[in-house]
């Protein structure tokens, strides 16, 4: 077989991206990394009016755009996901397992409904919607990238001065083990599974947190700075094209050296 040029071994032209929690954020900037390499992106995400907005905002930059309103903890919502994509694509190559959802509170006090909604979002939801995705387009063509939004909370606890996250960690924690077992699984079917794991970037899911405690967070990053909107692109453009035609299992972390002391 012939070498390609490096270059179009990042081209996504005529590939299909699902991009969950694409709406805003760190699933927004994913969405734009894929979309400037010529990928057609798919936002997925609970609210319609920010859906709408995300989808205008890559439109303008010259990518082809389309969003649909779904709650991934809910079964129901991904079929109806699935068929309203089925009816607008012939296939989908990427699939980004972004939406996710936190809760707050000391384990000791921590609600079981709190810890149900985290685990159906984080963990469940992700399981049915890959599932699903899998066996319409991705198993048939024998071909796939699914990248996975992990996080370092995944790989490690949190400082205890930080506000209790435990069911976030845990349902991270099975993401992370989930890509390495579900890239064992498929890689005979064409499809790779990796995850990336990002430290500490602003966002509404984070803003409690970095209210409080961004002065410490950054002065235990080595590189001095929490993580931008240009930081994820990367490392997302490259799990999803064929340059990683031959990675699968992995997961890395995006988090400026934080998790490296």
């Known amino acids: 077989m012939s070498a390609r040029p490096l270059h179009s071994l990042l081209d996504l032209r005529g590939r299909v991206a699902i991009v969950t929690g694409g709406s805003r954020?760190?699933?927004?900037?994913?969405?734009?990394?894929?979309?400037?390499?010529?990928?057609?992106?798919?936002?997925?995400?609970?609210?319609?009016?920010?859906?709408?907005?995300?989808?205008?905002?890559?439109?303008?930059?010259?990518?082809?755009?389309?969003?649909?309103?779904?709650?991934?903890?809910?079964?129901?919502?991904?079929?109806?996901?699935?068929?309203?994509?089925?009816?607008?694509?012939?296939?989908?190559?990427?699939?980004?397992?972004?939406?996710?959802?936190?809760?707050?509170?000391?384990?000791?006090?921590?609600?079981?409904?709190?810890?149900?909604?985290?685990?159906?979002?984080?963990?469940t939801g992700i399981f049915l919607l890959t599932q699903a995705v899998a066996r319409r387009w991705m198993l048939p063509a024998r071909r796939g990238r699914i990248l996975n939004i992990a996080s370092i909370e995944g790989l490690?606890?949190?400082?205890?001065?930080?506000?209790?996250?435990?069911?976030?960690?845990?349902?991270?924690?099975g993401l992370v083990n989930f890509t390495r077992a579900l890239a064992a699984e498929w890689g005979p079917h064409g499809i790779t599974v990796n995850a990336l794991a990002p430290g500490y970037f602003p966002s509404k899911l984070t803003a409690a947190t970095l209210d409080r405690h961004e002065a410490r967070l950054v002065a235990h990053t080595p590189r001095g700075e929490l993580g931008g909107p240009q930081d994820l692109k990367g490392a997302a453009l490259l799990f999803a094209s064929d340059a990683s035609a031959h990675i699968s299992g992995q997961i890395l972390a995006i988090d400026g050296g934080y998790t490296a002391i």
């Open 25 to 123: 954020g760190l699933g927004l900037q994913i969405a734009e990394a894929l979309g400037e390499f010529g990928a057609s992106i798919v936002l997925v995400a609970r609210k319609t009016s920010e859906l709408e907005a995300a989808q205008t905002s890559l439109q303008a930059a010259g990518i082809d755009a389309s969003s649909c309103a779904a709650d991934l903890s809910r079964p129901d919502s991904i079929e109806a996901l699935c068929e309203w994509v089925g009816a607008r694509h012939a296939r989908v190559d990427i699939l980004v397992n972004n939406a996710g959802t936190s809760w707050g509170a000391p384990t000791q006090d921590h609600p079981l409904d709190g810890w149900n909604k985290v685990m159906a979002t984080n963990l």
């Open 156 to 173: 490690r606890g949190h400082h205890p001065e930080l506000v209790g996250t435990i069911a976030y960690n845990t349902a991270k924690g």
